[in-house]
Protein backbone atom coordinates (compact mmCIF):
# COMPACT_ATOMS: atom_id res chain seq x y z
CA UNK A 1 0.00 0.00 0.00
CA UNK A 2 0.97 3.29 -0.92
CA UNK A 3 0.52 6.01 1.92
CA UNK A 4 -2.11 8.51 2.08
CA UNK A 5 1.12 11.24 2.42
CA UNK A 6 3.05 10.00 -0.68
CA UNK A 7 3.24 12.50 -3.86
CA UNK A 8 2.22 9.46 -5.83
CA UNK A 9 -0.55 8.03 -4.05
CA UNK A 10 -4.11 8.69 -6.21
CA UNK A 11 -6.13 6.66 -3.53
CA UNK A 12 -8.70 3.63 -4.77
CA UNK A 13 -9.38 5.92 -7.72
CA UNK A 14 -9.52 3.30 -10.95
CA UNK A 15 -13.25 4.16 -10.87
CA UNK A 16 -12.74 7.47 -12.35
CA UNK A 17 -12.26 8.36 -15.71
CA UNK A 18 -9.26 10.46 -15.05
CA UNK A 19 -7.54 7.94 -13.57
CA UNK A 20 -8.07 4.88 -16.12
CA UNK A 21 -7.23 7.51 -18.57
CA UNK A 22 -3.68 7.78 -16.59
CA UNK A 23 -2.95 3.71 -16.46
CA UNK A 24 -4.03 3.55 -20.34
CA UNK A 25 -1.73 6.03 -21.33
CA UNK A 26 1.28 4.87 -18.53
CA UNK A 27 4.00 3.25 -19.84
CA UNK A 28 4.51 0.55 -17.41
CA UNK A 29 1.47 -0.39 -14.52
CA UNK A 30 2.18 -2.56 -11.66
CA UNK A 31 -0.84 -4.09 -10.03
CA UNK A 32 -0.01 -5.42 -6.82
CA UNK A 33 -2.28 -7.43 -4.81
CA UNK A 34 -5.48 -6.21 -7.02
CA UNK A 35 -7.54 -8.66 -9.12
CA UNK A 36 -8.31 -5.15 -11.62
CA UNK A 37 -12.00 -6.55 -11.35
CA UNK A 38 -14.97 -5.01 -12.21
CA UNK A 39 -15.44 -4.10 -8.55
CA UNK A 40 -12.31 -2.00 -8.80
CA UNK A 41 -13.53 0.06 -11.63
CA UNK A 42 -17.46 0.28 -10.72
CA UNK A 43 -17.92 -0.98 -14.41
CA UNK A 44 -18.25 -3.89 -16.84
CA UNK A 45 -16.07 -2.40 -19.00
CA UNK A 46 -12.16 -3.55 -19.44
CA UNK A 47 -9.65 -1.51 -17.74
CA UNK A 48 -7.35 -0.33 -20.92
CA UNK A 49 -3.87 -0.39 -20.71
CA UNK A 50 -1.02 0.19 -23.72
CA UNK A 51 1.87 -0.04 -21.74
CA UNK A 52 3.68 -3.07 -20.05
CA UNK A 53 2.02 -4.55 -17.62
CA UNK A 54 4.02 -6.18 -14.23
CA UNK A 55 1.74 -8.31 -11.62
CA UNK A 56 2.61 -9.04 -8.27
CA UNK A 57 0.28 -11.50 -6.48
CA UNK A 58 0.47 -14.83 -4.37
CA UNK A 59 -2.08 -16.28 -6.44
CA UNK A 60 -1.50 -17.97 -9.09
CA UNK A 61 -4.98 -18.02 -10.44
CA UNK A 62 -4.35 -13.57 -10.57
CA UNK A 63 -1.05 -13.74 -12.14
CA UNK A 64 -2.90 -15.66 -15.39
CA UNK A 65 -5.91 -14.12 -15.76
CA UNK A 66 -7.60 -11.71 -18.77
CA UNK A 67 -4.82 -9.32 -18.17
CA UNK A 68 -1.70 -10.46 -19.17
CA UNK A 69 1.39 -9.71 -17.87
CA UNK A 70 4.92 -8.77 -19.24
CA UNK A 71 6.05 -9.36 -15.75
CA UNK A 72 5.11 -11.69 -13.32
CA UNK A 73 6.12 -11.39 -9.58
CA UNK A 74 4.51 -14.78 -7.25
CA UNK A 75 4.57 -13.19 -3.71
CA UNK A 76 3.41 -10.77 -0.69
CA UNK A 77 2.72 -7.79 -2.55
CA UNK A 78 4.45 -5.45 0.09
CA UNK A 79 7.69 -7.56 0.28
CA UNK A 80 7.95 -7.78 -3.81
CA UNK A 81 7.28 -3.92 -3.92
CA UNK A 82 9.80 -2.97 -1.83
CA UNK A 83 12.61 -5.40 -3.50
CA UNK A 84 11.49 -4.23 -6.80
CA UNK A 85 12.06 -0.72 -5.24
CA UNK A 86 15.27 -1.43 -3.91
CA UNK A 87 16.34 -2.32 -7.54
CA UNK A 88 14.80 0.74 -8.90
CA UNK A 89 17.10 3.48 -10.59
CA UNK A 90 15.95 6.66 -12.20
CA UNK A 91 17.74 7.50 -15.32
CA UNK A 92 18.10 10.75 -17.47
CA UNK A 93 14.82 11.30 -20.01
CA UNK A 94 12.68 9.42 -18.03
CA UNK A 95 9.24 10.66 -17.31
CA UNK A 96 7.14 10.51 -14.47
CA UNK A 97 3.26 11.41 -12.86
CA UNK A 98 4.26 10.50 -9.48
CA UNK A 99 4.26 14.03 -8.56
CA UNK A 100 0.91 14.68 -10.20
CA UNK A 101 -0.98 13.01 -7.88
CA UNK A 102 -2.41 15.67 -6.41
CA UNK A 103 -3.70 17.34 -9.96
CA UNK A 104 -5.28 13.70 -10.70
CA UNK A 105 -7.08 14.11 -7.35
CA UNK A 106 -8.35 17.39 -7.87
CA UNK A 107 -9.48 16.46 -11.55
CA UNK A 108 -11.38 13.32 -10.23
CA UNK A 109 -13.19 15.68 -7.32
CA UNK A 110 -14.25 18.05 -10.12
CA UNK A 111 -16.44 15.69 -10.91
CA UNK A 112 -18.47 15.28 -8.27
CA UNK A 113 -21.80 15.98 -7.74
CA UNK A 114 -23.66 17.88 -5.03
CA UNK A 115 -24.23 14.56 -2.93
CA UNK A 116 -20.59 13.65 -3.82
CA UNK A 117 -19.69 16.40 -2.56
CA UNK A 118 -21.48 15.99 1.08
CA UNK A 119 -20.49 12.46 1.58
CA UNK A 120 -16.30 13.47 0.56
CA UNK A 121 -16.86 15.93 3.46
CA UNK A 122 -18.66 13.17 5.88
CA UNK A 123 -15.99 11.06 5.20
CA UNK A 124 -13.10 13.73 5.78
CA UNK A 125 -15.32 14.75 9.57
CA UNK A 126 -14.84 10.77 10.11
CA UNK A 127 -11.07 10.77 9.35
CA UNK A 128 -10.69 13.87 11.33
CA UNK A 129 -13.06 12.24 14.24
CA UNK A 130 -11.36 8.51 13.81
CA UNK A 131 -7.63 8.21 16.11
CA UNK A 132 -4.81 8.07 13.57
CA UNK A 133 -4.52 4.54 14.07
CA UNK A 134 -8.30 3.93 14.41
CA UNK A 135 -9.79 1.20 12.32
CA UNK A 136 -13.00 1.54 10.70
CA UNK A 137 -15.31 -1.23 8.84
CA UNK A 138 -18.08 -0.78 6.08
CA UNK A 139 -20.69 -2.52 4.24
CA UNK A 140 -22.41 -0.90 0.91
CA UNK A 141 -23.45 2.04 1.46
CA UNK A 142 -22.72 5.75 -0.91
CA UNK A 143 -20.48 6.76 1.96
CA UNK A 144 -18.23 3.65 1.86
CA UNK A 145 -18.05 3.79 -2.03
CA UNK A 146 -16.57 6.98 -1.91
CA UNK A 147 -14.45 6.29 0.89
CA UNK A 148 -12.77 3.85 -0.17
CA UNK A 149 -11.34 6.35 -2.20
CA UNK A 150 -11.65 9.46 0.49
CA UNK A 151 -10.49 8.28 3.68
CA UNK A 152 -7.16 8.85 4.48
CA UNK A 153 -4.98 5.99 6.15
CA UNK A 154 -1.50 5.90 6.09
CA UNK A 155 -0.92 2.18 6.62
CA UNK A 156 -3.22 -1.09 5.49
CA UNK A 157 -5.60 -2.20 7.75
CA UNK A 158 -7.07 1.49 8.74
CA UNK A 159 -10.37 1.28 6.46
CA UNK A 160 -12.04 -2.28 5.64
CA UNK A 161 -15.05 -2.60 2.65
CA UNK A 162 -16.47 -6.09 1.39
CA UNK A 163 -15.59 -5.18 -2.15
CA UNK A 164 -17.10 -7.08 -4.56
CA UNK A 165 -18.93 -9.49 -2.19
CA UNK A 166 -20.54 -7.33 0.36
CA UNK A 167 -21.94 -8.52 3.71
CA UNK A 168 -25.67 -7.71 3.58
Not at 96 to 112: D, I, L, W
Not at 141 to 146: C, G, P, R
Not at 152 to 162: I, K, T
Request: proline share 4%; glycine share 8%.
Amino acid sequence: MVAESHPANVGASLPFAAIQELVAAADVVIAAGTELSETDVYTTTRLAMSGRLVRLDVDDFKLADQFAAEVVVRGDAAASLEALAGDCRTRKGWRTASGAAAAYRARVEAQFDAPSRARLAAVQALRESVPADGVVFTDMTQLAYLGNYAFPAERPGLWFHPSGYGAL
